[in-house]
């Protein structure tokens, strides 16, 4: 399964849904990697990994659409491990952005659909962790995914802006990927002795949002878990969050997801 945690918006926690999510999947014997498309590199970070230690990841394999270079390796040739058994990483750093304008001009926004599909066929799960912003590169996730996930933190500014980033998904099923399915919004940091959540997230199911369950909880214990590069479900596997993103793994694997023009 290839899927895009996609949003606009920074720290909705994208990459520590990617990541924990992976985790999870490893936690059941399975393979997964995890694809990091933010310059900002913050999977890359949280996996144990520096994207300046020069082994290559997504900044060379989108050298190599603009040049000869690194045109002979292979997917998986940009594929690196982790500490932790079968969870694997292509990682980012920040010359990936100088690239995006020229990728752009140069129409290469397919060409990561290949890419990832590639590596389908050879781990269990792939996670594509984008940038908060609609540009090339989230652009490009969205196309090769076969699902998208949608990280929403019970915050005003996060609720105005996601009608609009479903409609942005939906125009890219139209026009781009046809099979791209959306699997449902990810409730992040919920707090659920506050009433203000609680209220957004009754608003996004009173509109048709597919709502996804169990919700994972604000807890220190995540940023400890980042200052560890640890994912919080491999540090401390039996912690309330760890187990949120555990039963959230396996209630996906049971999830068809759903066709945007359906919602409201």
């Not at 520096?50 to 002979?72: A, I, P």
Request: aromatic share 8%.
């Amino acid at each position: 399964m290839i899927r895009t945690i996609f949003n606009q918006k920074g720290g909705v926690g994208k990459s520590t849904i990617a990541c924990n999510l992976a985790a999870a999947a490893t936690r059941i014997g399975r393979r997964a990697v995890v694809v990091d498309l933010d310059p900002q590199g913050n999977s890359t970070s949280y996996l144990g990994h520096d994207g300046q230690d020069g082994v290559v990841g997504m900044t060379e394999y989108f050298e190599s659409l603009l040049s000869h270079k690194y045109r002979s390796m292979s997917s998986d040739d940009f594929v690196r491990e982790t500490a932790f058994p079968g969870l694997f990483l292509v990682s980012a750093n920040r010359e990936m952005a100088d690239l995006e304008q020229k990728l752009s001009a140069r129409h290469k926004i397919l060409k990561l659909r290949a890419f990832v599909r590639d590596l389908a066929a050879l781990y269990d799960d792939v996670f594509l962790d984008t940038p908060p912003a609609f540009n090339f590169f989230s652009l490009s996730a969205l196309i090769a995914a076969e699902t998208v996930l949608v990280p929403f933190d019970c915050d005003e500014f996060s609720r105005d802006a996601l009608f609009e980033l479903l409609q942005n998904i939906e125009e890219v099923r139209d026009d781009h990927n046809s099979s791209l399915l959306f699997e449902g919004v990810v409730i992040n940091q919920f707090q659920s002795r506050a009433n203000y959540p609680k209220h957004a997230v009754a608003q996004l199911s009173d509109a048709g949002v597919l709502v996804l369950e169990p919700f994972v909880s604000m807890s220190v214990k995540v940023r400890e878990s980042h200052s560890a590069r640890k994912p919080l479900v491999l540090m401390e596997p039996r912690h309330k969050i760890s187990q949120e993103f555990v039963s959230l793994y396996s209630a996906l694997s049971g999830t068809g997801g759903q066709l945007l023009h359906s919602v409201a």
